[in-house]
């Protein structure tokens, strides 16, 4: 009987999904360096859903199938079962952070002060928690509430730069030997 595993890797920082959310964030600075009135609010969605996206990509996790052919572990590529989990869920940037290990929050707060924000990173992210939700549809509000780009940027810049310096480097990975049952297991796709 073959044996067929089921690796996950957990990436610092998922390049996958880090260099998404920098496009984000550059198109968001974009419209608001513009100086045009009605791209104000498009540029600030970008920069939240930019700022969600980095969060997320840190401590995400990959995972692939294994086979193993005469004593020889061989990847047989991505499980499309299981897709790339980011490290949170939900759009609420000061929650997403909250979940973040330690480590990773003390260093986006010492990237967050050269960047001349010494406030609580939570406490910052926390007036765009809704941002991203509700601004999408700022038509339907009658008070949406009045934001301005600081302490956002600095944050978001702080959070890019905890990204840079880990981006693509694995945590750990863990393989788990996969049940009969489960709908690789002696597949014919498996070679």
């Avoid at 969060?55 to 995972?63: D, F, M, R």
């Avoid at 956002?152 to 750990?172: K, P, S, T």
Wanted: hydrophobic share 35%.
């Amino acid at each position: 009987m073959k044996s067929v595993y089921k690796r996950v890797i957990t990436y610092r920082c998922l390049g996958a999904i880090y260099y998404q959310g920098l496009a984000f964030g550059e198109a968001g600075r974009d419209l608001i360096d513009s100086r045009k009135n009605n791209l104000f609010v498009p540029g600030m969605v970008n920069i939240c859903l930019a700022t969600e996206i980095f969060l997320k990509s840190l401590n995400a996790t990959v995972t692939f199938i294994l086979d193993e052919k005469d004593g020889e572990v061989v990847s047989q590529g991505r499980d499309e079962s299981l897709v790339i989990k980011p490290g949170s869920q939900g759009h609420h940037l000061s929650k997403l952070y909250e979940k973040l290990p330690d480590d990773a929050k003390e260093s986006i707060k010492s990237f967050a002060r050269a960047e001349g924000y010494g406030g609580e990173i939570a406490e910052g992210l926390r007036q765009y928690d809704k941002v991203f939700v509700e601004w999408r549809y700022i038509y339907e509000k009658n008070d949406p509430g009045v934001l301005g780009t600081s302490p956002l940027f600095e944050i978001c810049n702080a959070i890019d730069a905890h990204c840079r310096h880990w981006v693509d480097q694995m945590i750990g990975a863990v393989d788990e030997e996969i049940d009969a049952d489960h709908p690789d297991f002696g597949s014919e796709s498996l070679p």
